[in-house]
């Protein structure tokens, strides 16, 4: 069975940093794309950033460019997502896919706050 | 960044009528489009890709048309468990980008 288990959000103040990781179970995680989507409270989806197998390959809304860094480690069947100089408008729930076009799984998402 | 725009916002539908949901790309995303559900609170659920090819597991009763700019989800005969909000993603282009959302609600 696939499983993806986001990780690591919480509160942090503007201009902070996080990390968040994602476990990946349940199939060969090295042979897909993966792929980070965000969703602010009451509002629509939003892609954030997507790598390909083997990390040659990223790709991030215009949004987070420079700020965000996604990554994996497929030893470790997991992925990351790297947020810094943090604003409120990250504040979202975030979710990791598996595939770069349409992912079929998602996580149950992980919630960032940025708020002082 | 290709924008996608949904309509309507929101949709009233009876229990067992059809429901009709467009999406609109400001430029070609040829049939690289797909479809997602999403209740409160749970992570979206793919449905269509490729404009019109239903993901593992769908009902029959949705279904996808449409290529270029133009498409569409049918729902044939809404169930309570199709209530919800539906949302249009193209991914001919980076970034992938989504619509902003169609809710169907109970009329």
């Known amino acids: 069975e696939v499983q993806l288990v986001e990780s690591g959000g919480g509160l942090v103040q503007p201009g902070g940093s996080l990390r968040l990781s994602c476990a990946a179970s349940?199939?060969?995680?090295?042979?897909?794309?993966m792929t980070w989507v965000r969703q602010a409270p009451g509002k629509g989806l939003e892609w954030v950033a997507t790598?390909?197998?083997?990390?040659?390959?990223?790709y991030y809304v215009d949004s987070v460019e420079g700020r965000f860094t996604v990554s994996r480690d497929n030893a470790k069947n997991s992925l990351y997502l790297q947020m810094s100089s943090l604003r409120a408008e990250d504040t979202a729930v975030y979710f990791c896919?598996?595939?770069?076009?349409?992912?079929?799984?998602w996580g149950q998402g992980t919630l960032v706050t940025v708020s002082s | 960044e290709i924008v996608m725009t949904q309509s309507p916002a929101t949709l009233s539908v009876s229990p067992g009528e059809r429901a009709t949901l467009s999406c609109r790309a400001s430029?070609?995303?040829?049939?690289?489009l797909a479809w997602y559900q999403q209740h409160p609170g749970q992570a979206p659920r793919l449905l269509i890709y490729?404009?019109?090819t239903g993901a593992t597991g769908i009902p029959t009763r949705f279904s996808g048309s449409g290529s270029g700019t133009e498409f569409t989800l049918t729902i044939s005969s809404l169930q309570s468990e199709d209530f919800a909000v539906y949302y249009c993603?193209?991914?001919?282009?980076?970034?992938?980008?989504f619509g902003q959302g169609t809710k169907v609600e109970i009329k």
């Open positions: 790598i390909k197998q083997d990390g040659s390959d990223k």
């Open positions: 349940g199939f060969t995680f090295s042979t897909y794309w």
């Open positions: 430029q070609s995303v040829n049939s690289n």
């Open positions: 490729g404009a019109s």
């Open positions: 896919g598996r595939g770069g076009n349409s992912p079929a799984y």
């Open positions: 993603q193209q991914y001919n282009n980076w970034p992938r980008t």
